[in-house]
């Protein structure tokens, strides 16, 4: 009795198991599309419990901020003082001569780079809903501004190493 009671239940689950992969329980790879579409198909079966698709938005964002330390660097400044002279209808053309003045400094912008990542902010949508989304931006941009407003700690921020220097843009880091 033991051994047919054992070998039904094995029976049953295998055809759960299959049930469930059949009806979308395994996650695989799909596009929004094909899951709108498979949304649409699931939400006919009367069978089935009222469900909710479950949307995780992420959001990474660079930006780029003041260095703790700013450069500067000396500007040359030049003069130059010239005069041309005329006597009597002789005349000596303009001429100048370079005369020596202190440099300027000019403070240089030294920008760092950091990355601003938000996990994991989780939403549900009916089939309704799902529908609907046209823009991943539009979708999750309100609700992570929100979530991020209500608790600015969910935000990782990070140094990327990056940084620009306008006084020397060629030999910026990145």
Same mark, same amino acid.
């Given at each position: 009795?033991?051994?047919?009671?054992?070998?039904?239940?094995? &029976?049953?689950?295998?055809?759960?198991?299959?049930?469930?992969?059949?009806?979308? +329980?395994?996650?695989?790879?799909?596009?929004?599309? *094909?899951?709108?579409?498979?949304?649409?198909?699931?939400?006919?079966?009367?069978?089935?419990?009222?469900?909710?698709? $479950?949307?995780?938005?992420?959001?990474?964002?660079?930006?780029?901020?003041?260095?703790?330390?700013?450069?500067?660097?000396? $500007?040359?400044?030049?003069?130059?003082? +010239?005069?041309?002279?005329?006597?009597?209808?002789?005349?000596?053309? &303009?001429?100048?001569?370079?005369?020596?003045?202190?440099?300027?400094?000019?403070?240089?912008?030294? %920008?760092?780079?950091?990355?601003?990542? $938000?996990?994991?902010?989780?939403?549900? %949508?009916?089939?309704?809903?799902?529908?609907?989304?046209?823009? %991943?931006? *539009?979708?999750?941009?309100? $609700?992570? *501004?929100?979530?991020?407003?209500? *608790?600015?700690?969910?935000?990782?921020?990070?140094?990327?190493?990056?940084?620009?220097?306008?006084?020397?843009?060629?030999?910026?880091?990145?």
């Amino acid at each position: 009795m033991k051994t047919i009671s054992m070998s039904v239940l094995a &029976f049953g689950f295998a055809l759960s198991a299959s049930a469930y992969a059949a009806q979308g +329980g395994s996650q695989s790879s799909m596009n929004l599309e *094909d899951l709108k579409n498979k949304c649409t198909e699931l939400s006919a079966n009367e069978q089935l419990k009222p469900f909710k698709a $479950v949307v995780t938005c992420k959001q990474v964002a660079t930006e780029w901020r003041p260095a703790a330390e700013t450069p500067s660097i000396e $500007v040359q400044n030049t003069k130059q003082i +010239g005069a041309s002279f005329s006597l009597k209808g002789y005349a000596v053309p &303009f001429q100048a001569e370079d005369v020596e003045v202190g440099p300027a400094t000019a403070a240089c912008t030294v %920008l760092e780079q950091y990355q601003l990542t $938000v996990p994991a902010v989780d939403i549900e %949508l009916d089939c309704a809903g799902l529908q609907a989304v046209q823009s %991943l931006a *539009d979708l999750c941009g309100p $609700v992570i *501004d929100e979530r991020l407003t209500a *608790d600015p700690s969910i935000q990782i921020e990070e140094k990327t190493g990056a940084t620009f220097n306008s006084c020397n843009p060629d030999s910026s880091s990145n």
